[in-house]
């Protein structure tokens, strides 16, 4: 059977059934494709405003979708438990797999400001059309948002003309490295070891145990630069991390390659992370080691490590009634930094949402500090710009099931410029100098895929 006809006995069968029962939901239809296709690069080659793209750091799972069955979005604040509640109440077991892709800005409380207009204070939709892969093959899936008063030929019409203008025709691409040039940081260095010094006077002064600075740093792109083909550089360097990219206007994009899953929940089962504490990795296979062996061994690093530890394990304590947590931290090796890490997980208690879930992990002290409310309090009157969706909870929602990542090492594409975040954990023997050299290290995962001539502002 054709696809086209696919479509409309489907289409047509479905309204028939909410008919019955009156009811609206989204509908999924997919379709194996007998070739191979890259989502990326089939991501690449739509004209479609809205692009979403994501895929998990075992590879196991890939999709690149384009429009929107369904998207649920506010420059406003807004409580996580109504957001949660919209979010599934077009959601049904018939079709389970279905996603919602999205975010929630940094802090819930600000309303979005520059840069991050366009993504409001939170943004989740649920892609028109997917290309997918995961271990099984690759798909083509169609989402539907369904009322039961709906017109069945105006729905089957609207579809297959959407359908008719996606492109299957993939050319190869040779991904140009695009150009940077002037760069300006906020804070530049020296404001930036002022913050530093400002945090160390309240950790001498015990009001916090950890502070977590952030930077932002703006470079102007020479040529045009489309977010599907950077996202592909960066790709193709950066091993064990999840990618993402979310394209909600033609002119801007937010993309990440971040190591750090927030938390992934399948019915009561969680599962959660801690990962603070970086060396750079080594030229060679000698010095990589030796970076290795300083950061298992740093006193600063581990005490730094053990206060995210600390603080998830008070987190799920409150969510759960059984909890794991890795008694010593592993190395996770990226290209060019390694982290310490550890796993933790547990058994939710009953009736604890996803909202409960964020409210409670996010911030974690990897990116907010400990004690949680002080540090925040500190970084809204040290940092100057907007952290929007940098180091925010960005991920998946399911019927039954989600996922969310800690949105780190990550950048912003608007228009003409890249935008670039990166942070650092300030604990009491903290030195301004070293983690400038660590935020520096943290963006290289985008600067070693471009061409960059930009010097360091730091007056």
Same mark, same amino acid.
């Given at each position: 059977?054709?696809?086209?006809?696919?479509?409309?006995?489907?289409?047509?069968?479905?309204?028939?059934?909410?008919?019955?029962?009156?009811?609206?939901?989204?509908?999924?239809?997919?379709?194996?494709?007998?070739?191979?296709?890259?989502?990326?690069?089939?991501?690449? %080659?739509?004209?479609?405003?809205?692009?979403?793209?994501?895929?998990?750091?075992?590879?196991?799972?890939?999709?690149?979708?384009?429009?929107?069955?369904?998207?649920?979005?506010?420059?406003?604040?807004? /409580?996580?438990?109504?957001?949660?509640?919209?979010?599934?109440?077009?959601?049904?077991?018939?079709?389970?797999?279905?996603?919602?892709?999205?975010?929630?800005?940094?802090?819930?409380?600000?309303?979005?400001?520059?840069?991050?207009?366009?993504?409001?204070? !939170?943004?989740? *939709?649920?892609?028109?059309?997917?290309?997918?892969?995961?271990?099984?093959?690759?798909?083509?899936?169609?989402?539907?948002?369904?009322?039961?008063?709906?017109?069945?030929?105006?729905?089957?019409?609207?579809?297959?003309?959407?359908?008719?203008?996606?492109?299957?025709?993939?050319?190869? @691409?040779?991904?140009?490295?695009?150009?940077?040039?002037?760069?300006?940081?906020?804070?530049?260095?020296? %404001?930036?070891?002022?913050?530093?010094?400002?945090?160390?006077?309240?950790?001498?002064?015990?009001?916090?145990?950890?502070?977590?600075?952030?930077?932002?740093?703006?470079?102007?792109?020479?040529?045009?630069?489309?977010?599907?083909? *950077?996202?592909?550089?960066? @790709?193709?360097?950066?091993?064990?991390?999840?990618?993402?990219?979310?394209?909600?206007?033609?002119?801007?994009?937010?993309?990440?390659?971040?190591?750090?899953?927030?938390?992934?929940?399948?019915?009561?089962?969680?599962?959660?992370?801690?990962?603070?504490?970086?060396?750079?990795?080594?030229?060679?296979?000698?010095?990589?080691?030796?970076?290795?062996?300083?950061?298992?061994? #740093?006193?600063?690093?581990?005490?730094?490590?053990?206060?995210?530890?600390?603080?998830?394990?008070?987190?799920?304590?409150?969510?759960?009634?059984?909890?794991?947590?890795?008694?010593?931290?592993? *190395?996770?090796?990226?290209?060019?930094? @390694?982290?310490?890490?550890? !796993?933790? /997980?547990?058994?939710?208690?009953?009736?604890?949402?996803?909202?409960?879930?964020?409210? %409670?992990?996010?911030?974690?002290?990897?990116?907010?500090?400990?004690?949680? %409310?002080?540090?925040?309090?500190?970084?809204?009157?040290?940092?100057?710009?907007?952290?929007?969706?940098?180091?925010?909870?960005?991920?998946?929602?399911?019927?039954?099931?989600?996922?969310?990542?800690?949105?780190?090492?990550?950048?912003?594409?608007?228009?003409?410029?890249?935008?670039?975040?990166?942070?650092?954990?300030?604990?009491?023997?903290?030195?301004?100098?070293?983690?400038?050299?660590?935020?520096?290290?943290?963006?290289?995962?985008?600067?070693?895929?471009?061409?960059?001539?930009? #010097?360091?502002?730091?007056?």
């Amino acid at each position: 059977m054709c696809l086209h006809r696919k479509i409309i006995d489907f289409i047509v069968d479905e309204l028939k059934t909410l008919a019955e029962n009156s009811q609206s939901k989204i509908v999924r239809l997919e379709v194996s494709i007998d070739h191979d296709i890259e989502p990326l690069h089939w991501l690449s %080659q739509q004209k479609s405003i809205i692009k979403t793209y994501w895929s998990d750091r075992h590879d196991r799972f890939e999709m690149a979708g384009i429009g929107s069955a369904d998207l649920v979005f506010s420059r406003e604040k807004a /409580s996580s438990h109504v957001l949660f509640k919209r979010l599934r109440k077009f959601l049904s077991c018939k079709y389970s797999c279905v996603r919602y892709y999205g975010g929630i800005c940094f802090s819930q409380n600000q309303i979005a400001s520059y840069p991050w207009q366009d993504f409001g204070n !939170h943004f989740f *939709l649920v892609p028109k059309f997917e290309v997918f892969k995961d271990q099984a093959g690759t798909y083509l899936a169609l989402n539907l948002l369904l009322h039961h008063s709906d017109n069945a030929n105006k729905k089957i019409q609207q579809t297959l003309q959407e359908l008719a203008a996606i492109n299957f025709n993939l050319p190869h @691409q040779q991904c140009e490295k695009p150009q940077l040039s002037k760069r300006v940081d906020f804070p530049n260095q020296l %404001q930036w070891y002022n913050n530093v010094n400002k945090g160390l006077t309240y950790l001498d002064q015990g009001i916090l145990e950890k502070v977590v600075l952030a930077r932002q740093t703006e470079f102007t792109i020479v040529d045009s630069c489309q977010p599907e083909h *950077l996202l592909s550089l960066i @790709q193709k360097e950066q091993n064990c991390s999840f990618q993402f990219c979310f394209q909600l206007d033609r002119d801007k994009a937010f993309i990440g390659s971040t190591p750090e899953r927030l938390y992934w929940r399948q019915s009561s089962q969680i599962q959660t992370e801690a990962i603070a504490g970086t060396r750079p990795r080594g030229a060679s296979y000698q010095e990589d080691n030796n970076f290795a062996k300083e950061l298992l061994s #740093s006193p600063k690093e581990i005490r730094e490590h053990k206060l995210v530890l600390k603080g998830l394990q008070e987190t799920l304590s409150t969510l759960c009634h059984q909890v794991n947590i890795a008694e010593d931290p592993n *190395l996770l090796r990226l290209n060019q930094v @390694q982290h310490l890490y550890s !796993h933790c /997980s547990g058994i939710l208690n009953p009736e604890i949402s996803d909202a409960d879930i964020i409210n %409670q992990l996010h911030p974690t002290p990897a990116v907010g500090g400990y004690p949680r %409310q002080k540090a925040l309090e500190l970084i809204a009157s040290l940092e100057t710009f907007s952290r929007g969706f940098y180091a925010s909870p960005i991920g998946w929602v399911a019927l039954d099931s989600a996922e969310f990542l800690v949105s780190i090492r990550s950048g912003l594409i608007q228009r003409n410029k890249l935008i670039l975040f990166a942070g650092a954990g300030i604990i009491s023997d903290s030195q301004p100098e070293a983690e400038w050299e660590e935020l520096e290290n943290k963006i290289r995962n985008f600067l070693q895929v471009v061409s960059c001539q930009a #010097s360091v502002d730091i007056i």
